[in-house]
């Protein structure tokens, strides 16, 4: 069964860094998207970044462009977020996800993804 597991959130203070992870494990796909989502309590799940994972080719949300970097590490089947200048609205759960279609328009609905890691916690105090 293919299995996504996140990694690296934590506490941090506003301004600070941290750097989430994703392995994917028990799958191979010929053409594919890998997602970062993040939710808050009581708000709906929101795209963060996307990356096309044969051609590297990213993608981001207004919310986290200029201060998120979305990048793999092919040889390891890893995914990174590297997230700096955090600001308290940051905080959610941030959840790892792949789409298989990898259509040219990139859709960043929750119900396009084909699998999801059970998520990773972010809290930015201020």
């Known amino acids: 069964q293919v299995q996504l597991v996140e990694s690296g959130g934590g506490l941090v203070q506003t301004g600070g860094s941290l750097r989430l992870s994703c392995v994917v494990s028990?799958?191979?796909?010929?053409?594919?998207?890998r997602y970062w989502f993040r939710q808050a309590p009581g708000k709906e799940r929101e795209f963060v970044a996307a990356?096309?994972?044969?051609?590297?080719?990213?993608f981001y949300a207004d919310s986290g462009r200029c201060r998120f970097t979305i990048s793999r590490y092919n040889a390891k089947n890893t995914m990174y977020l590297q997230m700096n200048s955090l600001k308290p609205e940051d905080t959610a759960v941030y959840y790892c996800?792949?789409?298989?279609?990898?259509?040219?328009?990139?859709?960043?609905?929750?119900?396009?993804?084909?699998?999801w890691g059970k998520g990773t916690l972010v809290t930015v105090s201020s």
């Open positions: 996800a792949v789409d298989t279609s990898a259509l040219a328009v990139l859709t960043t609905a929750p119900g396009d993804m084909d699998y």
């Open positions: 028990g799958g191979t796909f010929s053409s594919y998207r």
């Open positions: 990356v096309t994972w044969s051609t590297g080719k990213t």
